[in-house]
């Protein structure tokens, strides 16, 4: 069994999406880090940086956080949504890391300039909306050549999808980009994502 340990957020949404997609049995511990459960000593001690998402495999015994890492773990586990070899294994890792080092820490900074910041100010609105905006093009003209990020649907996709819904629950228009937006029609539409994103909560709270 794995336990899932996360909130409605982006990152967390990732693992539960992927677990929904690949049929494994997992149990959801949901870590409520408005209530500041992510700082409780519990937690510390499967994630000391008291960030989620984190799993607990009983199976392997692995305590595993970092989302896109766990990613990996699963589809390595399984053998689904990430070829064993080849250049698509390569690019896949490729959008895993200009997630994680770029897509996700870029729109994180925009929405807390722009909704949590007890101090308006503008210059950081401005550079992370245009850098926000540099991504969403870079992704709208990709997805204009394929379906999916790498070949067929796979944990490049999971890694996205979740900051880009992130995004258009802000209320930032994502519109203009038409690929982009029919790309995230199609990951919406699956069913194991729909499930995967009332975790742990059925509505955004
Ligand atoms: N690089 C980490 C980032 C995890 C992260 O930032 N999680 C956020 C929620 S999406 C969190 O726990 N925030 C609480 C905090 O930073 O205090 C990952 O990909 O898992």
């Known amino acids: 069994m794995i336990h899932l340990y996360s909130f409605n957020t982006p990152n967390s949404y990732k693992i539960s999406i992927a677990l929904e997609e690949m049929g494994l049995p997992y149990q959801s511990h949901p870590v409520d880090v408005r209530q500041g459960q992510h700082m409780q000593e519990e937690f510390l001690q499967l994630n000391p940086l008291g960030k989620v998402p984190v799993i607990r495999d009983d199976d392997t015994g692995m305590v595993l956080a970092e989302s896109n890492a766990i990613l990996l773990y699963l589809a390595e586990r399984t053998h689904q949504l990430l ?33 949590l910041a007890k101090e308006k100010i503008p210059y950081a609105v401005e550079r992370y909306s245009v850098e926000t905006r540099r991504i969403l093009g870079l992704l709208d003209e990709h997805l204009a050549k394929c379906e999916f990020l790498e070949g067929s649907y796979s944990i490049a996709d999971i890694a996205h999808f979740g900051w880009l819904e992130f995004l258009r629950q802000r209320g930032i228009p994502l519109g203009e980009c038409k690929s982009l937006t029919r790309w995230m029609d199609t990951i919406a539409s699956r069913p194991a994502v729909m499930r995967g994103m009332r975790i742990p909560l059925p509505v955004r709270g």
Do not use: C
Request: glycine fraction near 12%; hydrophobic fraction near 45%; charged fraction near 10%.
């Open 83 to 115: 070829p064993s070899d080849g250049p698509s294994r390569a690019l896949i890792f490729k959008w895993l890391f200009f997630q994680a080092s770029t897509l996700g820490p870029m729109f994180g900074e925009l929405g807390h300039y722009m909704v």
